[in-house]
């Protein structure tokens, strides 16, 4: 009952930068932290960063100091601010959100994902 929708993706220069921004929609309220992971080509899915609802953040230790996230409470709207863009960042990046209140356990929701791509 959480929908999640990303966009600012797209191609960049090595150096570049790009904005991903994820709108919550629907039961939100139940929501607790908020994410961002990416998937390259024959590569698992990684955390990049996630934040809570509080605004804890925590980043990837591989884009530490480039990307940074945060969000709009208001606007129930994160954000992936991603500078300093390398070619190995190239991947679709995938917003999530957590549900921890749960007595069952944690559950993800996820959105459709954004391609970024980095090449000259």
């Known amino acids: 009952q959480v929908q999640l929708v990303e966009s600012g993706g797209g191609l960049v220069q ?16 139940s929501i607790n932290a908020m994410a961002w992971y990416r998937q390259a ?7 990049v960063a996630a934040i809570t609802r509080g605004g804890t953040t925590n980043i990837a230790d591989s884009v530490k100091g480039r990307f940074t996230i945060s ?7 994160v954000y992936l ?11 679709v990046y995938y917003c999530n ?14 959105g459709q994902g954004t391609q970024v791509t980095v090449s000259s």
């Open 14 to 29: 090595p150096g570049g930068f790009l904005r991903l921004s994820c709108a919550a929609s629907g039961s939100i309220g």
């Open 81 to 91: 601010q991603m500078n300093s863009l390398k070619p190995e960042d190239t991947a």
């Open 41 to 47: 080509p024959g590569k698992e899915r990684e955390l």
């Open 71 to 77: 969000r709009d409470n208001a606007k129930n709207t």
């Open 97 to 110: 959100a957590r549900d921890t209140v749960r007595a069952l356990g944690p559950y993800d929701y996820w």
